[in-house]
């Protein structure tokens, strides 16, 4: 059974990345915490404006922005089903839902899910 990805773009305003890390943090642990079996973040230094398309222009990066990259993990599409589910409904994370206090414009943020065709690592 190959596992399944949970891809998801942000632009984050760069004032803002200390809160936005320390959403994501608790974000991940939320996931882990419900099952999933990995959570990684990370924020854009090299990406460039396409003819056609580009990380920038998917979530209409405006200069004072850098865009966030965040995947999770899990062992198939039913347990991410069921894992965010229970993060949406998780009680530590009520107050971060809250539109008015979310570190970035959500209306630009988008993700999607992947199911895993190759997975290679170091060693393997």
């Given amino acids: 059974m190959s596992t399944y990805i949970d891809a998801i773009l942000i632009p984050v305003p760069k004032a803002n990345l200390d809160t936005y ?4 943090e608790q974000w991940g642990k939320a996931h882990l915490r ?3 079996l990995y959570y990684s973040d990370s924020i854009s230094n090299d990406v460039q404006p396409g003819k056609v398309t580009s990380f920038p222009q998917a979530v209409q990066l405006k200069d ?3 865009i966030a990259l965040a995947w999770v993990v899990y062992k198939s599409k039913e ?3 069921r ?3 229970a993060v949406m409904e ?3 994370l009520k107050e971060s839902m809250d539109p008015s ?5 959500g209306k630009r ?3 999607g899910g992947f199911e895993t065709i190759i997975g290679l690592s170091a060693g393997h």
């Fill in 21 to 24: 890390k320390r959403m994501s």
């Fill in 109 to 111: 943020m988008f993700w």
């Fill in 90 to 92: 998780d009680p530590q």
């Fill in 79 to 81: 347990d991410r089903d």
């Fill in 83 to 85: 894992i965010s589910k």
């Fill in 34 to 36: 419900h099952g999933a």
């Fill in 64 to 66: 004072d922005e850098a």
């Fill in 101 to 105: 206090k979310m570190p970035f414009d």
